[in-house]
């Protein structure tokens, strides 16, 4: 499954951004969906995840509170919904698709190519 991320720009501190992820031509419906970020030096992380039934989600803990991950099977697509941004999620955000929420890179099987978000301070 080749997944498709985008969303990402440029946004001033404290603003907000959507970012969706499809699998364009495939269901991937039955899948857990990851996203992960990635900022310049640093390894990949687990930003939040949800299950392919949406009732099981993780956050890490510098985004609870600020980002929220869903899903619309119907559309093929997940969203993450990023409030109050702040210079440190400045990074090219990747989705990924699991068997199950999971945190680590290893155990997603399948990404999209990034997107970027940078946020100015």
């Known amino acids: 499954v080749q997944l498709q991320a985008s969303g990402g720009g440029l946004v001033q501190a404290g603003g907000s951004l959507r970012l969706s992820c499809t699998a364009p031509?495939?269901?991937?419906?039955?899948?857990?969906v990851g996203w992960f970020r990635q900022a310049p030096e640093k390894e990949r992380e687990i930003v939040a995840a949800?299950?392919?039934?949406?009732?099981?989600?993780y956050y890490a803990d510098s985004v609870k509170d600020r980002f929220i991950i869903s899903r619309d099977n119907a559309k093929n697509t997940v969203f993450l919904q990023m409030n109050s941004l702040k210079a440190e999620d400045t990074a090219v955000y990747y989705c990924g698709a699991s068997e199950s929420v999971r945190t680590a890179v290893y155990e997603y099987s399948y990404w999209g190519q990034g997107t970027l978000v940078t946020v100015s301070s």
């Open positions: 949800l299950s392919w039934s949406g009732g099981t989600t």
């Open positions: 031509g495939r269901d991937f419906s039955n899948w857990a």
